[in-house]
């Protein structure tokens, strides 16, 4: 099942994201919110590929693993860190043996310890190159990209940025996928300002519900999302209690997604950091409601 197909406003899909533990505990736990989320029927799951590519063999484990035994269409990612394009091909082969359909393609963050991405000899400093190395192989995969409603934390401008999307869905891309934000009126404006610079393909939102006081404030400040005034004070009375914040968190992820539902999107994408309650609640909500 190619992702770009079930993309589409008048039957959104809703998908889920994870990424790759480290320890064997932790895949078994992994597994374990898989199972939980399963009965929500998602469009897909997509797997991250970690910091700096280290999880690379357990990106490819896992999402070969969730489409083989639980029938969910699976997402790998992967990234240009540390990677020759021998090394990518070899990854490609992997997934492709693997009946893998879907990837979706990034630069990817520096490596601990590097303040710039550097690519290694041999490798691509942007994921519009991998983009177009993917295409000019021999395989058929539907792909997919990354993209950022207030400006990627990197470059210069909005405008900039915008353009940066524009080669990148130029070079093959289907759909994209937001980064995390918490005011949907970011969304709206940057479909808008997509549009008209002739990127067609399906923006795909991607929320993240609070369920921690500290790690919303860490990824703010990694990405550059803006958290509404009055939802920051919200959490700033409720942060040293934990399922206040988790109920807050929820309140806000659920009445984002109504109103991203009623204005048309074609999916919601859901960063679960591979826990399942709260995303439970949100998606079980919004069932109940339609």
Do not use: W
């Amino acid at each position: 099942m190619k992702i770009r197909n079930c993309l589409n406003p008048s039957q959104p899909c809703f998908s889920f994201e994870f990424f790759p533990p480290k320890t064997d505990a932790g895949v078994a736990s992994l597994l374990r919110t898989v199972e939980e989320l399963a009965p929500l029927n998602p469009g897909f799951v997509s797997v991250t590929y970690g910091a700096g590519g280290s999880t690379r063999d357990r990106t490819v484990d896992l999402v070969t693993h969730i489409k083989k035994h639980t029938g969910i269409e699976a997402m790998a990612h992967l990234t240009c860190v540390g990677h020759t394009r021998d090394e990518l091909r070899d990854v490609l082969r992997r997934l492709d043996a693997a009946r893998i359909e879907n990837l979706l393609l990034l630069r990817g963050d520096p490596p601990q310890g590097q303040q710039t991405f550097e690519p290694v000899p041999g490798g691509f400093r942007y994921a519009e190159e991998l983009v177009r190395f993917v295409r000019e192989e021999d395989f058929n995969f539907c792909l997919g990209g990354a993209c950022y409603p207030e400006g990627h934390v990197e470059t210069a401008s909005r405008e900039d940025d915008l353009k940066h999307l524009k080669a990148k869905v130029d070079s093959g891309m289907d759909f994209v996928v937001t980064q995390l934000f918490f005011d949907n009126a970011f969304y709206f404006d940057f479909v808008e300002r997509a549009r008209r610079a002739g990127i067609n393909v399906p923006i795909v939102p991607g929320i993240m519900p609070i369920t921690n006081y500290e790690q919303v404030q860490r990824f703010t400040r990694m990405c550059g999302a803006t958290v509404p005034m009055r939802l920051a004070l919200q959490m700033e009375r409720v942060k040293d209690q934990p399922d206040a914040v988790v109920q807050l968190g929820v309140a806000h992820a659920t009445v984002q997604c109504m109103e991203l539902l009623a204005r048309g999107v074609p999916g919601i994408h859901f960063y679960t950091l591979n826990k399942s309650p709260a995303t439970r609640m949100i998606v079980s909500a919004l069932r109940a409601r339609s």
